[in-house]
């Protein structure tokens, strides 16, 4: 079935250390969309992609990198200058990046600080 | 800027019961208002999508409205079920964001039997 799969579910970050969130779709959508979600809020825009090899960044993009090498995947790096990480963080996709096409989501991963 | 309010943030119903779930927005130059579904510790699921120009979509027992001069849109869910307790967002997209949607708070739905 296609779909976007996020990797790990759960992960752990120590001070100063930078994590990778794993995004893949088989969608074969164009774009590709990383949110960070707080308890009791909305969703907020970390980075977005339209078309491989180009990004823009979102609403909260400080502290966070990615790359998007390939149409399938499209990475989130947490770095240590994110002060404040612990989060649900939702990658998602749709056909292209205007229009009026539904966005789809992953299931989502939990990063914690230890 | 554009903002997005849900009302209420939490809603708690017998099985069987008709609601309303209500969302709002500041600038009325949306492309489109997408309604979604997350449950617990789970991403979104696509409910329904309004394009700027509709008044309303249908999908079984969910109805979603949008008033774009008012700023307002609603879901209405009919003969709600146990499995209908989630978080329900509405998120906004705006003629000149590209891609980019905002999102309100939520409201979390409680169905009891």
Redesign the interface.
């Known amino acids: 079935d296609g779909g ?1 799969t ?1 990797s790990p579910k759960y992960l752990f970050r120590k001070e100063g250390q930078n994590v990778t969130l794993s995004c893949e779709q088989n969608l074969n959508h164009d ?1 590709m ?1 990383w ?1 960070r979600q707080d308890p ?6 970390i980075y ?1 992609s ?1 078309i491989v090899n180009d990004f823009q960044k ?1 609403d909260i993009a400080e502290g966070y990198s990615v790359s998007r090498e390939k149409k399938e995947s499209f990475p989130l790096t947490v770095t240590s200058a994110q002060k404040n990480p612990t989060a ?1 963080y ?1 990658c ?1 996709s ?1 056909i ?3 229009g ?1 096409k ?7 991963t ?1 990063l914690s600080i230890l | 800027k554009q903002e ?1 309010t849900q009302i209420p ?1 939490a809603l708690s119903v017998p099985e069987g019961e008709n609601l309303v779930l209500n969302c709002s927005f500041t600038d009325s130059a949306i ?2 208002l ?1 309604w ?1 579904r997350q449950d617990p ?6 409910l329904l ?1 309004i ?1 700027s120009s509709q008044r309303e979509q249908t999908s079984g027992r969910l109805n979603a409205s949008l008033d774009k001069s008012s700023g307002r849109s609603t879901l209405y869910i009919a003969a709600s079920q146990p499995g209908d307790s989630a978080t329900y ?1 509405c ?1 906004v ?1 705006r003629e000149t964001s ?4 905002t ?4 409201t979390q739905l409680t169905v009891n039997p």
Do not use: C, M, W
Not at chain 1, 40 to 45: A, K, S, V
Not at chain 1, 102 to 108: K, L, Y
Not at chain 2, 98 to 101: A, H, P
């Open positions: 976007i996020q774009a969309y949110y009791g809020q909305g969703l907020r825009l977005y339209q979102g649900f939702l998602a749709s292209s990046g205007g009026g539904p966005q789809h989501f992953g299931d989502g939990r | 997005v943030a492309y489109n997408q979604f510790g789970k991403g979104l699921t696509s999508l394009q967002l998120a997209k590209g891609s980019r949607l999102f309100g708070e939520g």
